[in-house]
């Protein structure tokens, strides 16, 4: 069974093997590594289009980077982006520079997490986790 996966590097949609573990994933488009990826920043084009596209679930970071907890976030959620790779698609929107974003979501404070599937948000959580947190977190919808 294969399932659509939007490119981090390139932004192109991907059929790839369903797995638990992938040795290797290359776009067929760009040929970049789709392992081991940073979550990208996205804007609100960029999001509708991993949200309608992907068949993976997408968590999203919504952080501003005058945000202490946000910040001080980032590199968990990194870490936890490239171990899950193929099994959740981690962005980051930037509420400062995306402001509508937020009103459409209704985020209140930050950093809060959302986590989709099929276009639908199906988890929220508002606060800064650790890696293992966000791991275990994000699992519960894979």
């Known amino acids: 069974m294969n399932v659509k996966v939007v490119c981090p590097s390139?932004?192109?949609?991907?059929?790839?093997?369903?797995?638990?573990?992938?040795a290797k994933a290359n776009?067929?488009?760009?040929?970049?590594?789709?392992?081991?990826?940073?979550?990208?920043?996205?804007?609100?084009?960029?999001?509708?289009?991993?949200?309608?596209?992907?068949?993976?679930?997408?968590l999203v970071d919504f952080w501003a980077p005058w945000c202490g907890p946000c910040v001080q976030m980032t590199p968990a959620f990194e870490a936890a982006g490239k171990e899950m790779s193929l099994q959740v698609q981690f962005l980051k929107v930037n509420t400062e520079q995306n402001q509508a974003l937020g009103a459409l979501y209704g985020i209140e404070s930050i950093p809060t997490l959302l986590m989709f599937r099929d276009n639908e948000e199906i988890g929220t959580n508002s606060g800064a986790l650790s890696k293992e947190e966000l791991i275990r977190w994000a699992k519960r919808f894979t």
Do not use: F, R, T
């Not at 390139?10 to 992938?22: H, L, Q, R, T």
């Open 27 to 58: 776009c067929g488009h760009c040929k970049a590594s789709m392992l081991d990826q940073k979550p990208i920043d996205v804007s609100k084009e960029e999001l509708l289009h991993v949200l309608v596209n992907s068949e993976i679930p997408v």
């Open 10 to 22: 390139c932004g192109k949609v991907n059929n790839i093997p369903k797995k638990d573990s992938y």
